[in-house]
């Protein structure tokens, strides 16, 4: 599975962005689709995740409330909609993709995942 992430930028504290991922694979829906960042001199961290029907999705307590995982099994792609940043939110943000079946807190670690994107960068300004 190649994965291809967009959407990343610049915007200021209190703004939103959309970042999106797409899968080459045909069989896109039987992946569970997550979502990690890594800012600079810290490790990667989860922060969303999404299993193969759009209801059943998790995130990281720092992002709770303000970002929505979302996924468009017909066309390939997963959905990070990203509202009221903060400059803590500033990282490189990458998509990843599981075969897998576990448990929601097998999903938040990176090891659950075999495919990345290449990441897209995140900057909020305060």
């Known amino acids: 599975v190649q994965l291809q992430a967009s959407g990343g930028g610049l915007v200021q504290a209190g703004g939103s962005l959309r970042l999106s991922c797409t899968a080459s694979?045909?069989?896109?829906?039987?992946?569970?689709m997550g979502w990690f960042r890594q800012a600079p001199g810290k490790e990667r961290e989860f922060v969303a995740k999404?299993?193969?029907?759009?209801?059943?999705?998790s995130y990281t307590d720092s992002v709770k409330g303000r970002f929505t995982i979302s996924r468009d099994n017909a066309k390939n792609t997963v959905y990070l909609q990203m509202n009221s940043l903060k400059p803590e939110d500033t990282a490189v943000y990458y998509c990843?993709?599981?075969?897998?079946?576990?448990?929601?807190?097998?999903?938040?670690?990176?090891?659950?995942?075999?495919?990345w994107g290449q990441g897209t960068q995140v900057t909020v300004s305060s």
């Open positions: 990843a993709a599981s075969p897998r079946f576990g448990s929601d807190s097998y999903y938040s670690t990176a090891g659950a995942y075999d495919n």
């Open positions: 694979a045909r069989t896109f829906s039987s992946y569970v």
């Open positions: 999404i299993k193969w029907t759009a209801g059943s999705t």
